[in-house]
C-alpha cells in the first residue's frame, strides 16, 4: 500500500472532505465494453454511498485514542480500496508504535474506573452499544461492503450477527460468578474470584471486519476489560463507525480505542507493553505463532482464532438436496474468504458424480458482481494477491491431474472478480488439499469407506471446522467425535453463533470465542484463603 505524505485536514466531525474519498478509476482500453460500463455503474454507486455516508458522519477516517480522533503523529497516510473498482475509498493513518503506545496508556488508565463499575452498569453500556449498531445496520453494512466487497445483503447480515455478540455478552456481565470451595480444617474458609485480565490488544481480519471484532470486544468489555482495536488496514473503517457508537453508547473514552497502519510496529509494541495483559487474534497461522512467541516475552494470555483447512464429507447416504445447500452455504460464503469455508470436499465414490453434477448446477446459478447490486451472491475478493494465490492453487492441481468443471478462471468482470468454480479428481497432495485456498473453490475428492474419510479429513495440522452430510444416526454421532476439529457441522452449513464457542484444536488456535465459555478468556481466577476464622 503506498503511503502518502502529509495527512488530509480532518473536518470538525472527524471525516475527511469528499474530494479525497473517491478517486476515480482508471478503465483500461482492453477491457470488455460491458466490463467498462459496469465499472462505470458501480463507480458511481460506490461514490453515491460513500458521499451519503460522509455527509452523515458515519465515514470515520482517524485513529481513536483516549476518546480522541487522531491523525498519524508523522503525518503518514495509507489508502483503502473498494475491491470491486479499485478506487480509493479513503486516505486514513498510518499510525505505529507511539500512537499504540499512547493507546495502550489510554486503555490502562481507564481500566483503573471501567473494571470498577459494576457489572449491571457495564452491561447497559454494552445493550445501548448493541442498540446503536442494529439502528445504524444499513450504514454499517454499506460501509462493509464498500471496503471490504461482499453483496450488502451479507454484509447486512454481518452487522446482525455482529451485533449479536454485543447483546449476549451485555447479558453476560451480570453471570460472572466466583465460587465457594469447602475447606480442608476448620477455621479456613477458601473462595475464589474472577477478575478482568486488563488491557486487551485485540488484532482483526479483514474478512469479517465487524463480527471479528465484537466477538472480542463484546466479553472483554463485559468482563471489564479495556481493549486497543488493531483491524485489518484493508478495512479499518467498519471498525472505526463501531467504534463511535461505543462512544455515543456511552462507553467511556479509552475503555476502546482503535489504531492500525505499520501492523508489525502496532504488533510489536502490544507484544512489548507490560501493560497489555491479554492478546487476542483471528487471522493466519503464521502471524499467530509469531504473536504467541512474542506474548512471552511479557507472559501474556494469548487467544488465537487462525487458519482452518475444513474437510465437508458428503456420505453415500447424504439427503442429497441439503447436501448441496449446506456446501454452497459453507464454501462460497464471503465468496470463499472464510476460515471454516470447506476447503476439501470429500465425497463417498456411491454419490460423487451425481454430487459433482448437482453442485456445478447450483453454482452456475451463482451470480457474480458488484455487492451493491440486486441478486449479487458473489463480490469480489479481496486484492490482486487473493486472486493469484487462487490461481497458483488451482493450476497445481491442474498440473496433478484434476479437472475444471466449473469457473476455473478470472470472471469477465475484471479486477479482482474470480469465478465460482468446482474442480474434480482433486488428491490429498494437491497444494489445494493442504492449505486454503481462501477463494471461490471447490475441491472435489473422493473415499470409499467411513475410515477413509475420516483419515483424510485429519490429516492436517489445521482443526478448526468440518461438516459431515449423513442420515445415518449413529454416524452422525461417531464421526464428528472422530474428526479432529473444534467445531463439527452435522448436514449444516452455517454453524456460527454468538451463543456456542468458537475455536479450533490443533494448529488452528488456542481458546474459544462466543458463548458463555469465551468470557473465560478475558478473566483471571484468584483464590483467597481466610485463616483463623473461628474464635471471637
Same mark, same amino acid.
Given at each position: ?15 475527511r ?16 465494453p460491458?466490463?467498462v ?63 499504540? $503506545?499512547?493507546? *495502550? ?10 473494571? =470498577? ?15 446503536? *449498531?442494529?439502528?445504524? =445496520? ?50 479456613? %474458609? ?5 477478575q478482568?485480565v ?10 469479517f ?14 468482563c471489564g476489560c479495556?481493549?486497543?482495536? =488493531? ?25 476502546? $480505542? ?41 507472559? @501474556? ?10 474437510p ?5 447416504d ?14 462460497? %460464503? ?9 476447503n ?8 460423487y ?11 452456475? @446459478? ?13 463480490g469480489?475478493?479481496? $486484492? ?60 472435489l ?8 474419510? *475420516? ?11 468440518a ?7 449413529? %454416524? ?41 465459555y ?15 476464622m473461628?474464635?471471637?
Open positions: 500500500m503506498r503511503r502518502m505524505a502529509m495527512a488530509y485536514k480532518a473536518l470538525g466531525s472527524g471525516t472532505t469528499l474530494r479525497h474519498l473517491c478517486r476515480p478509476s482508471h478503465f483500461s482500453a482492453s477491457m470488455h460491458q466490463a460500463l459496469f465499472f462505470r455503474q458501480i463507480s458511481m454507486e460506490a461514490q453515491s454511498v460513500a458521499a451519503r455516508l460522509n455527509s452523515s458522519g458515519f465515514l470515520r477516517t482517524q485513529g481513536l485514542i483516549g476518546g480522541k480522533w487522531v491523525d498519524a503523529y508523522d503525518g503518514k497516510t495509507i489508502e483503502v480500496h473498494n475491491p470491486a473498482t479499485g478506487e480509493v475509498i479513503a486516505n486514513v493513518p498510518c499510525m505505529g508504535e507511539r500512537e499504540t $503506545n499512547d493507546a *495502550i496508556a489510554s486503555a490502562y488508565d481507564t481500566f483503573k474506573s471501567w473494571s =470498577k463499575l459494576t457489572a449491571a452498569e457495564r452491561s447497559k453500556c454494552l445493550r445501548k452499544w448493541y442498540d446503536l *449498531i442494529v439502528a445504524h =445496520k444499513e450504514e454499517l453494512g454499506q460501509l462493509m461492503t464498500l471496503e471490504q466487497g461482499k453483496p450488502l445483503k451479507e454484509a447486512i447480515g454481518e452487522v446482525s450477527y455482529g451485533a449479536s455478540f454485543i447483546e449476549f455478552f451485555a447479558e453476560e456481565a451480570k453471570r460472572v460468578y466466583g465460587d465457594i470451595i469447602p475447606p480442608t480444617l476448620a477455621d479456613r %474458609r477458601l473462595f475464589v474470584l474472577k478482568p486488563g488491557v486487551v490488544g485485540a488484532i482483526s481480519p479483514w474478512n471486519p465487524l463480527a471479528m471484532i465484537t466477538r472480542k470486544v463484546g466479553p472483554a468489555l463485559a479495556t481493549v486497543v482495536i =488493531k483491524p485489518s488496514e484493508l478495512t479499518p473503517l467498519t471498525a472505526l463507525a463501531a467504534a463511535d457508537l461505543s462512544l455515543q453508547a456511552g462507553i467511556p473514552p479509552g475503555a476502546v $480505542n482503535v489504531v492500525f497502519g505499520n501492523a508489525p510496529a502496532i504488533g510489536d509494541a502490544l507484544l512489548a507493553s507490560p501493560q497489555v495483559r491479554k492478546i487476542t487474534f483471528t487471522g493466519s497461522t503464521a502471524v499467530g505463532k509469531k504473536l504467541m512467541a512474542g506474548a512471552a516475552g511479557t507472559v @501474556k494470555k494469548v487467544s488465537l482464532e487462525l487458519g482452518g483447512n475444513a465437508c464429507i458428503i456420505f453415500d447424504a439427503d442429497l438436496d441439503v447436501a448441496i445447500k449446506g456446501t454452497l452455504a459453507t464454501k462460497f %460464503r464471503n465468496s470463499g474468504q472464510t476460515c471454516v469455508c470447506a476439501r470436499i470429500i465425497v463417498q465414490e456411491g454419490i458424480d451425481k454430487f459433482a453434477n448437482g453442485l456445478s448446477k447450483a453454482v452456475q @446459478k451463482m451470480q457474480v458482481g458488484d455487492g451493491f447490486h440486486e441478486g449479487v451472491s458473489q469480489p475478493l479481496i $486484492n490482486e494477491a487473493a486472486v493469484q494465490k487462487v490461481e497458483s492453487f488451482l493450476n497445481d492441481a491442474k498440473s496433478k491431474g484434476a479437472k475444471v468443471l466449473l469457473g476455473g478462471k478470472r470472471h469477465s468482470l475484471g479486477m479482482t472478480f474470480y469465478e465460482p468454480t468446482v474442480i474434480t479428481d482433486v488428491k490429498s497432495e494437491m497444494l489445494i488439499s493442504r492449505e486454503e485456498v481462501f477463494g471461490p473453490v471447490a475441491p475428492l473422493r473415499f470409499k469407506t467411513e475410515e477413509e474419510a *475420516i483419515h483424510i479429513a485429519n490429516d492436517t495440522n489445521a482443526g478448526l471446522a461438516y459431515i452430510f449423513t442420515t445415518n444416526m449413529q %454416524r452422525s454421532w461417531r464421526v464428528p467425535e472422530a474428526l479432529e476439529y473444534g467445531i463439527v457441522g452435522v448436514n449444516e452449513g452455517l454453524i456460527s453463533t454468538e451463543v456456542a464457542p468458537f475455536g479450533g484444536v490443533k494448529q488452528s488456535g488456542l481458546g474459544r470465542e462466543g458463548s458463555k469465551g468470557m473465560d478468556e478475558y478473566l483471571e481466577i484468584k483464590y483467597i484463603c481466610m485463616g483463623n473461628i474464635g471471637n
